[in-house]
Nanobody, 128 residues
Framework: EVQLQASGGGLVQAGGSLRLSCAASGVTWESYCIGWFRQAPGKEREGVACISMSDDIPYYVESVKGRFTISSDNAKNTVYLQMNSLRPEDTAVYYC?????????????????????WGQGTQVTVSS
């Protein structure tokens, strides 16, 4: 059984930093991505970043490039999202997810419904 455990959210002032962690277990696919999504109140879930676990290549949406960094510790099967220069508009519930990747990873960032398993959300609140 695939399980994802997200942690690390919190309250931070604008310009501050947070690091989210996503510990995955039970994944047996050879090619898969672990990603982060977020959902603000009244808005649709949107992709933030993902990483291909077979080659450690990261992918980002434009709004977080240069501010967020996704990385992986394959030995622990854990993915991290380092979020710097946080803005109030980054406020959302953040979710990690895993997808069996048979197509280019950026496609999966645009379509959250394609992802196979989801962790529980963690709240990130950025105050102005």
């Amino acid at each position: 059984e695939v399980q994802l455990q997200a942690s690390g959210g919190g309250l931070v002032q604008a310009g501050g930093s947070l690091r989210l962690s996503c510990a995955a277990s039970g994944v047996t696919w050879e090619s898969y991505c672990i990603g982060w999504f977020r959902q603000a109140p009244g808005k649709e879930r949107e992709g933030v970043a993902c990483i291909s676990m077979s080659d450690d290549i990261p992918y980002y949406v434009e709004s977080v490039k240069g501010r967020f960094t996704i990385s992986s510790d394959n030995a622990k099967n854990t993915v991290y999202l380092q979020m710097n220069s946080l803005r109030p508009e980054d406020t959302a519930v953040y979710y990690c997810a895993v997808v069996r990747a048979s197509r280019p990873p950026p496609l999966y960032l645009k379509r959250w419904r394609l992802w196979d398993y989801w962790g529980q959300g963690t709240q990130v609140t950025v105050s102005s």
